[in-house]
T-cell receptor, first 114, second 115 residues
């Protein structure tokens, strides 16, 4: 069955430091990949997506992610974190093999210390 | 403004008292879905609908019902809520258009507490 793993439940980084959030998936077919962010008390906002083409994708708020098929990974990065980036981040995967369903990882809570 | 709306945003209820959470989208999307979010589990799909009068179970459908009588609305019904249905619920929609089918738009969420 399809699955998405976000190995880090919590991550704490200093403001201005770089960030990498990990996401690994298990899918039989070509996946469609997403990162969403959920600020405290808010809904889900799409940060970026990968359908095909260039494996390095740019998103909003200065985030980027790289699709590595050989590693089944889609890690999210940001070169310099701001205090406002503190939130929960979800990786999600879809595939035509499984209809329109998105499967979500358990989430990574990002704390930013000043 | 393109959006998915949910009501109510917060609800506290008692075990066994039927409730409905409404979801509406103004983007003319065919696909709509309900998720529940629980700590450490991410979002899990409850039910989904590919179009009017077409609904199907997701991964965690037990204790829930849905209906799709109009394209824009997709209410979630809890006939007899139990405490294990205390959760944060999200409605989402997307067009049925190739890859864009997977780019789902989410509502603001409904926090439900069942005592």
């Amino acid at each position: 069955a399809q699955s998405v793993t976000q190995p880090d439940i919590h991550i704490t980084v200093s403001e201005g430091a770089s960030l990498e959030l990990r996401c690994n998936y298990s899918y039989g077919a070509t996946p469609y990949l997403f990162w969403y962010v959920q600020s405290p008390g808010q809904g889900l906002q799409l940060l970026l997506k990968y359908f095909s083409g260039d494996t390095l994708v740019q998103g909003i708020k200065g985030f980027e992610a790289e699709f590595k098929r050989s590693q089944s990974s889609f890690n999210l990065r940001k070169p310099s974190v701001h205090w406002s980036d503190a939130a929960e981040y979800f990786c999600a995967v879809g595939s035509m093999e499984y209809g329109n369903k998105l499967v979500f990882g358990a989430g990574t809570i990002l704390r930013v210390k000043s | 403004e393109a959006q998915v709306t949910q009501n109510p945003r917060y609800l506290i209820t008692v075990t066994g008292k039927k409730l409905t959470v409404t979801c509406s989208q103004n983007m003319n999307h065919e696909y709509m879905s309900w998720y529940r979010q629980d700590p450490g589990l991410g979002l899990r799909q409850i039910y989904y609908s590919m179009n009017v009068e077409v609904t199907d179970k997701g991964d965690v459908p037990e204790g829930y019902k849905v209906s799709r009588k109009e394209k824009r609305n997709f209410p979630l019904i809890l006939e007899s809520p139990s405490p294990n249905q205390t959760s944060l619920y999200f409605c989402a929609s997307s067009p049925l258009l190739g890859e864009l089918s997977y780019e789902q738009y989410f509502g603001p969420g409904t926090r439900l507490t069942v005592t």
